[in-house]
Nanobody, 123 residues
Framework: QVQLVESGGGLVQAGGSLRLSCAAS????????MGWFRQAPGKEREFVAA????????TYANSVKGRFTISRVNAKNTVYLQMNSLKPEDTAVYYC????????????????WGQGTQVTVSS
């Protein structure tokens, strides 16, 4: 199992930027694809972005494409989510996750989760 701890959330004005970090420990970090989900009040948790074990492949939800960038540094056991041009509708608790395989497709699914970090975007 991978233990995940998110940080970097906060309050920002619309149009601003934040960078979320997720520090991993436990099972070998570089063996797993990683991702970010978010959950707004009263809504279901939704996919935001994912990255393969090597960082060579990424994918994004349409709602954040072109504004958010996921990256990872395996030597630091850390995955990041750079969020630019933030909108009030980006307000949510953001969760880091580890997938069950080196990729986020072909049957892989999120298994390990962090506790979440709050992002609030004011208009």
């Amino acid at each position: 199992q991978v233990q995940l701890v998110e940080s970097g959330g906060g309050l920002v004005q619309a149009g601003g930027s934040l960078r979320l970090s997720c520090a991993a420990s436990g099972r070998t970090f570089s063996s797993n694809a990683m991702g970010w989900f978010r959950q707004a009040p009263g809504k279901e948790r939704e996919f935001v972005a994912a990255i393969s074990w090597s960082g060579s492949s990424t994918t994004y939800a349409n709602s954040v494409k072109g504004r958010f960038t996921i990256s990872r540094v395996n030597a630091k056991n850390t995955v990041y989510l750079q969020m630019n041009s933030l909108k009030p509708e980006d307000t949510a608790v953001y969760y880091c996750n580890a997938y069950t395989s080196p990729t986020y497709y072909s049957g892989s699914y999120p298994r390990d989760w962090g506790q979440g970090t709050q992002v609030t975007v004011s208009s």
